[in-house]
């Protein structure tokens, strides 16, 4: 595996595109805490919305581009985040639920 360097935006942006899930045996992340399998890699943009890593897939040039040269658009990247830390977040472009989500009464 490359080595991807968590507070470099562009690498976030690439590690979620390749590895939209955490590895087989579990990542250890940037602060230490171990991700599990199964769980989906998800790209936090610096507007602190979060992207799928289908969404991520999709739009991964602009993705970059923005993330590279500031264009102000919506999608530039800032970090990454496993869904097993989020509760009951969407993805800001596909709608999708991703982490916990609590039932509604
Ligand atoms: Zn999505």
């Known amino acids: 595996m490359k080595k991807y360097n968590f507070d470099n935006p562009v690498h976030c942006a690439r590690y979620v595109a390749r590895y939209p ?3 087989v045996g579990g990542r250890v992340n940037t602060d230490g805490s171990v991700t599990f399998p199964s769980y989906e890699n998800i790209l936090i943009t610096e507007d602190g919305e979060y992207l799928c890593s289908d969404c991520v897939r999709k739009n991964y040039k602009e993705i970059i581009s923005d ?3 500031d264009y102000g658009t919506q999608c530039a990247a800032l970090s990454v985040v496993s869904e097993s830390e ?6 800001s472009h596909c709608y999708k639920q ?3 989500q609590e ?3």
């Not at 989020?86 to 993805?91: A, F, G, I, M, T």
């Open 67 to 69: 993330t590279k040269y």
């Open 98 to 100: 991703i982490g916990y």
């Open 21 to 23: 899930h955490s590895m």
């Open 103 to 105: 039932e509604e009464d």
């Open 86 to 91: 989020l509760e009951n977040q969407r993805c």
